[in-house]
């Protein structure tokens, strides 16, 4: 008891204490979470639109691929962009193997299909009257389109932020395509797996109040959105 009471005293130290190494740990997590659930965004959320209004040959195959994608282990999506980026690699030329824009990547693959599909079954969970109602106005597909998020809006920003709160806390892709360098790849999760079993329990558990401090948040921000909602 009294090694916890000594290891959590020493982490809010380190913590309260601004401590450079957890900031560099923070900043690196945050910033490759931060674009790659961004990108994911842009390209999920229109993606998302586009496969709810309308129907195309292979949708049902699409849909699977979707859902089946997002029970993909982490460490296999890693593996797949490793082999695409590594030296021998088609994409080994550009050079983003063990950086952060390499992570970002990875981290992007994972979050996309969780935004479409949450942006997918949010807009088909709708009033079917709106669509309708966007048609009879006689609204343009954009505008019909702008219409259809705007009502759908906090459901949407839902499912980004539940994307943000994945990527945040993913350890597969991020020890595998950054390859935990200190100050220049470490991300919070690999720093608690590597610090851990060094023996720095305490700059691990830093760390872990940190990443549970970030979870919370996100998940407090996805609470107030979806209590918004109702």
């Known amino acids: 008891m009294n090694f916890l009471l000594e290891a959590f005293y020493s982490a809010f130290r380190l913590i309260?204490?601004?401590?450079?190494?957890?900031?560099?740990?923070?900043?690196t997590s945050l910033e490759v979470s931060a674009l790659a659930t961004l990108f994911a965004s842009l390209i999920g959320v229109p993606l998302g639109?586009?496969?709810?209004?309308?129907?195309?040959?292979?949708?049902?195959v699409l849909l699977l691929l979707l859902n089946t994608s997002m029970a993909l282990p982490t460490v296999v999506v890693g593996l797949f962009f490793y082999a695409l980026l590594s030296r021998r690699g088609p994409l080994?030329?550009?050079?983003?193997?063990?950086?952060?824009?390499?992570?970002?990547?990875?981290l992007f693959a994972l979050?996309?299909?969780?935004?479409?599909?949450?942006?997918?079954?949010?807009?088909?969970?709708?009033?079917?009257?709106?669509?309708?109602?966007?048609?009879?106005?006689?609204?343009?597909?954009?505008q019909q389109a702008w219409m259809i998020l705007k009502e759908a809006r906090f459901a949407v920003m839902a499912a980004i932020v539940m994307a943000f709160g994945r990527v945040i806390s993913e350890v597969g892709i991020a020890m595998m395509l950054?390859?935990?360098?200190?100050?220049?790849?470490?991300?919070?999760?690999?720093?608690?797996?590597?610090?851990?079993?060094?023996?720095?329990f305490e700059f691990g558990l830093a760390l872990g109040m940190v990443l549970l401090t970030v979870a919370f948040a996100v998940n407090a921000l996805?609470?107030?959105?979806?209590?918004e909602n109702r």
């Open 16 to 27: 309260i204490g601004f401590d450079p190494d957890v900031g560099q740990v923070l900043w």
């Open 49 to 60: 639109l586009l496969i709810a209004l309308n129907r195309f040959r292979g949708r049902q």
């Open 92 to 106: 080994g030329d550009l050079g983003l193997l063990f950086t952060p824009q390499g992570i970002t990547l990875g």
């Open 111 to 142: 979050s996309l299909p969780l935004v479409v599909n949450l942006s997918l079954a949010a807009i088909q969970g709708m009033d079917a009257r709106l669509f309708l109602t966007c048609k009879l106005l006689g609204a343009n597909p954009v």
């Open 178 to 200: 950054g390859g935990n360098i200190k100050g220049f790849t470490r991300t919070m999760t690999t720093a608690i797996a590597l610090e851990t079993s060094k023996g720095d």
């Open 222 to 227: 996805l609470f107030l959105l979806q209590k």
